[in-house]
């Protein structure tokens, strides 16, 4: 099993930014990890997945303004969100599981954590 928990969501105003982090533990392999997002009434997003070789894939909507990255040691995931704009608001979670690339499709993850709610104000 692998357990995740979330830290770092808050509230901020349109441009500024947030660092989520994320934190794994377990006893179960896994080679992806990801961060997603879901507002009421509509699917989860995939925002920013990493693989353990290092690889990333980002949404369109994020790219040039979120970073994902990786502490393999420290077995934690993190996500620098820089221009955060009223759209970005939502519950983040983190998801983790095998794959043979980088997935930002929630059917890809079985594990996931508890979510972190990111609020940002025009």
């Known amino acids: 099993q692998v357990q995740l928990v979330e830290s770092g969501g808050g509230s901020v105003q349109a441009g500024g930014s947030l660092n989520l982090s994320c934190s794994m533990s377990?006893?179960?392999?896994?080679?992806?990890m990801g961060w997603f997002r879901q507002i009421p009434g509509k699917e989860r997003e995939g925002v920013a997945s990493?693989?353990?070789?290092?690889?990333?894939n980002y949404a369109t909507s994020v790219k040039g303004r979120f970073i994902i990255s990786q502490d393999n040691a420290k077995n934690m995931l993190y996500l620098q969100m820089n221009m955060l704009k009223p759209e970005d608001t939502a519950l983040y979670y983190c998801?983790?599981?095998?794959?043979?690339?980088?997935?930002?499709?929630?059917?890809?993850?079985?594990?996931w954590g508890q979510g972190t709610q990111v609020t940002v104000s025009s």
């Open positions: 998801a983790a599981d095998i794959c043979r690339a980088p997935s930002l499709i929630s059917y890809d993850y079985n594990y």
């Open positions: 377990g006893d179960t392999y896994v080679s992806c």
């Open positions: 990493i693989s353990n070789s290092g690889r990333t």
